[in-house]
C-alpha cells in the first residue's frame, strides 16, 4: 500500500507562538517533547498530542523527545514502557521520526539532578520539611493556613531533607514543599509538595530511592534539563502553569528556560478516554486486552486496521484549540474512509452466505470475468474473478416479502450480480423449519457486464462469490463499543457497553482474497474495508472491518453524517 502522506500542516495558536518565536530569535531551534506516564496504553487522545509534538518537530526542523514521566514507582510497569515505544513509533516512522530526540528518555533518570535542585530551594529559604500528614497538608492547604513546621531553618531543612533521602523515615510521615503562599487564590501555589516518601522499587531505578518528586516538580525541571522550547499539554495544567514558571524563577535558571502552553484534549463521543477507565476494561475482561480493535488505544485501531497515515490526518483535521469540546466518532470513520477509498483494492465477500443455482447456466462451466481492482486508482490494474453455475449471494441481499421499492433480489425480481450477469429469482427452496437454503435463478446470458449487450439496466447490484471457487476466512464485524454518546456522563460507564460490539462470522471469499497481505487494506464490495488480523494463519485468514462503507450511526440517530 502507498502510504499517504498526512494532510497538509494545520496551524494552530502554537504553531503561531514557535513560528514567531523562531522569527524574533527567542529560540534558534524548537524542541517540544511527549510524555506518557507508563501506566497503560497510549490512547487516540495521546495520537493527538504526539502528532502535535512530532508535527512542530517535523514542520519547523526541531526535535521532540518522548519521555517517560515515571516518579511514581508503583503504578509503572516495563510493559507499557514497551508499548508506549512500539506505539509512538507506528505512528510516527516513515514521517516525523527524523524528529524523534533519542528514545526513550526516562524522568527518573534525572533524579539525581532534581534532587540537586531541590537542595537549591532549600539553600535559598523557599523549601521547608513538613511534618504533616498528607491528609493535613491538603486540610491546611484548603483552609490556607500555614503549616507549623514552614519556618523551619535552612539548617534543619538540609539535614531532614537528607534524611529523608536515606529512608530515615516511614511513607508518609514527612514532605518537601515549596515556600510561596499558603493564601494564593490558585491553590496550586499553596506550597505544593515538592516530595514525599515512598518506601517503593521502581522500575527503572530498582530501590536506589526511597523519595519521590511530585509532577509539578518532576516535571518542570524535566523539561529544563532537556532544553524544551515549547512544553505543550492539556488544558487540565493550565492551572498548574503560574507553579511551573515558579519554580523556574525560584531556581533563577539561566535562559532558555521552557514555556508551557495549553491545548484541549482530544473527546470522542462513544469511547471513554481515561487510562484508568481502559484498564478496567481490560483487567475485568469486558474487552480481548489493550489492542482489543474496540478500543481507542493506538495498539488497538492497529489491530483493527486503522493506519497510521489515516491516525495522522484525524489528528491534523480536528486541528488545535483553547476550547473543550466533543469530538463526534464519525470524523474519525471520515478520515479512515476517506484514506481507504483511495487506496484499497476491491474484493468480493460474502458474510451470510445464500446459496444460489443458476439453472439455465451450464454444468461445470467456468468464465472468468474482469473485475476493476480500484476505480480511484488506474494503477490497482485489474484481475479475474471466476463464474459459475453455483454462487453464494449475501443473505441480507434477498428478501421474500419486501417492502415497496426494493431494489435487491426478491421473488420474480431481477437483480445484477457486479462484473456479471443480471440474474432472475425463480424459485425459493426452504427447509423443514422454513428457513430459506436455496434460491434457484436463471442468468440473462446477455446481459453480461461490459458486454455488447450490457446496456440493461436493473436497479439493483450486488456482490456474490462463485461457489466452487469461494475460499472461507473468519469475519470480525465491530460495532461501537458503548451504545452511549457520552458513557462518561452516564456514571457508570461499564453499564452503557454495547453487548453487540463484536459479531463474528464465517465468510466466503473470492479466490484473489487468498493472495492478500497485512499491511494492505481491502474493500469488501458493498461492505466495508476489511485488514487482516494478526490471529490468521497460513490456512486460516480472519478479517477485521476496520469501518463500514457508510455511516450507519447517523441514520439511526437522525441527523446529517458529520464532515470533519
Ligand atoms: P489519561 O487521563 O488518559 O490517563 P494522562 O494525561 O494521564 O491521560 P499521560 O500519559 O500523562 O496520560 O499523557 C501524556 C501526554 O498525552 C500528556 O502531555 C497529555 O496532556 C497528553 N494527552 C493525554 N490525553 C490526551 C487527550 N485526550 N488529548 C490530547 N492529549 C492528551
Ligand atoms: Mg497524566
Redesign the pocket.
Known amino acids: 500500500m502507498t502510504e499517504l502522506a498526512v494532510a497538509p500542516a494545520p496551524t494552530d495558536f502554537i504553531r503561531e507562538v514557535v513560528a514567531d518565536d523562531l522569527r524574533t530569535g527567542k529560540h534558534s531551534r524548537i524542541v517540544t517533547r511527549?510524555?506518557?506516564?507508563p501506566?497503560?496504553y497510549l490512547?487516540?487522545?495521546?495520537a493527538?498530542?504526539i502528532c502535535l509534538n512530532f508535527g512542530i518537530a517535523h514542520e519547523f526542523n526541531g526535535v521532540c523527545n518522548i519521555r517517560m514521566?515515571d516518579t511514581n514507582p508503583t503504578k509503572e510497569e516495563t510493559e507499557y514502557v514497551d508499548s508506549i515505544m512500539a506505539d509512538v513509533h507506528w505512528l510516527i516512522d516513515g514521517w516525523a521520526d527524523k524528529n524523534l530526540g533519542g528514545a526513550p528518555l526516562y524522568t527518573s533518570d534525572y533524579f539525581d539532578q532534581l534532587y540537586e535542585f531541590a537542595l537549591e530551594l532549600i539553600e535559598k529559604g523557599k523549601a521547608y520539611v513538613d511534618d504533616m500528614t498528607p491528609e493535613e497538608t491538603d486540610e491546611f492547604r484548603r483552609l490556607g493556613k500555614e503549616s507549623l513546621f514552614r519556618n523551619r531553618s535552612v539548617e534543619e531543612n538540609r539535614d531532614l531533607f537528607a534524611r529523608m533521602k536515606a529512608g530515615e523515615f516511614p511513607d508518609g510521615t514527612r514532605t518537601l514543599r515549596a515556600k510561596i503562599d499558603v493564601n494564593a487564590p490558585n491553590v496550586w501555589l499553596r506550597d505544593p509538595v515538592l516530595y514525599r516518601i515512598r518506601h517503593a522499587a521502581h522500575h527503572h531505578t530498582g530501590d536506589k530511592w526511597c523519595i519521590y518528586p511530585m509532577y509539578d516538580w518532576a516535571h518542570t525541571l524535566s523539561d529544563y534539563i532537556e532544553g524544551i522550547t515549547h512544553s505543550?499539554?492539556?488544558l487540565e495544567?493550565e492551572v498548574h502553569r503560574p507553579l511551573y514558571d515558579w519554580i523556574l524563577q525560584a531556581l533563577e535558571l539561566p535562559p532558555p528556560v521552557p514555556h508551557q502552553y495549553e491545548?484541549a484534549?482530544?473527546?470522542l463521543t462513544y469511547t471513554v478516554?481515561?487510562?484508568?477507565k481502559?484498564i478496567q476494561l481490560v483487567n475485568e475482561k469486558l474487552v480481548n486486552g489493550w489492542d482489543d480493535p474496540r478500543m481507542l488505544t493506538i495498539a488497538g485501531l492497529r489491530r483493527r486496521g486503522v493506519t497510521a497515515s489515516a491516525l495522522r490526518s484525524f489528528a491534523y483535521n480536528i486541528g488545535i484549540t483553547k476550547y473543550p469540546s466533543m469530538t463526534d466518532m464519525a470524523v474519525l470513520d471520515h478520515t479512515i474512509r476517506d484514506e481507504f477509498n483511495r487506496t484499497a483494492e476491491r474484493r468480493l465477500a460474502v458474510l451470510h452466505p445464500l446459496k444460489v443455482v443458476l439453472t439455465n447456466y451450464p454444468e461445470g462451466q467456468v468464465e472468468e470475468l474482469e473485475a476493476v481492482n480500484n476505480p480511484e486508482d488506474e494503477n490497482a490494474g485489474k484481475r479475474k474473478v471466476p463464474f459459475g453455475r453455483e454462487l453464494f449471494i449475501d443473505a441480507a441481499d434477498f428478501m421474500e416479502t419486501p417492502p415497496p421499492k426494493y431494489f435487491r433480489l426478491k421473488p420474480g425480481g431481477e437483480v445484477r450480480l457486479k462484473y456479471a450477469y443480471i440474474i432472475k429469482c425463480d424459485e425459493v427452496v426452504k427447509d423443514s423449519s422454513g428457513n430459506v437454503t436455496e434460491l434457484r435463478c436463471t442468468v440473462d446470458l446477455e446481459s453480461k457486464s461490459g458486454g455488447a449487450t450490457s446496456n440493461r439496466k436493473v436497479k439493483g447490484t450486488i456482490h456474490w462469490v462463485s461457489a466452487a471457487h469461494a475460499g472461507h476466512a473468519e469475519v470480525r464485524l465491530y460495532d461501537r463499543l458503548f451504545t452511549a454518546g457520552e458513557p462518561d456522563a452516564t456514571g457508570d460507564f461499564k453499564s452503557c457497553i454495547n453487548p453487540h460490539s463484536l459479531e463474528v462470522v464465517t465468510a466466503k471469499c473470492e479466490p484473489a482474497l487468498a493472495e492478500a497481505t497485512p499491511e494492505k487494506r481491502y474493500q469488501f464490495e458493498r461492505l466495508g474495508y476489511f485488514a487482516l488480523d494478526p490471529d490468521s494463519t497460513a490456512t486460516k485468514q480472519v478479517w477485521n472491518r476496520t469501518v463500514t462503507l457508510k455511516d450507519t450511526w447517523a441514520k439511526m440517530e437522525g441527523r446529517a453524517p458529520s464532515r470533519p
Open positions: 511527549f510524555p506518557p506516564e501506566n497503560g490512547h487516540i487522545g495521546h493527538k498530542s514521566d505543550v499539554c492539556t495544567f491545548f484534549r482530544l473527546n478516554m481515561s487510562k484508568r481502559l
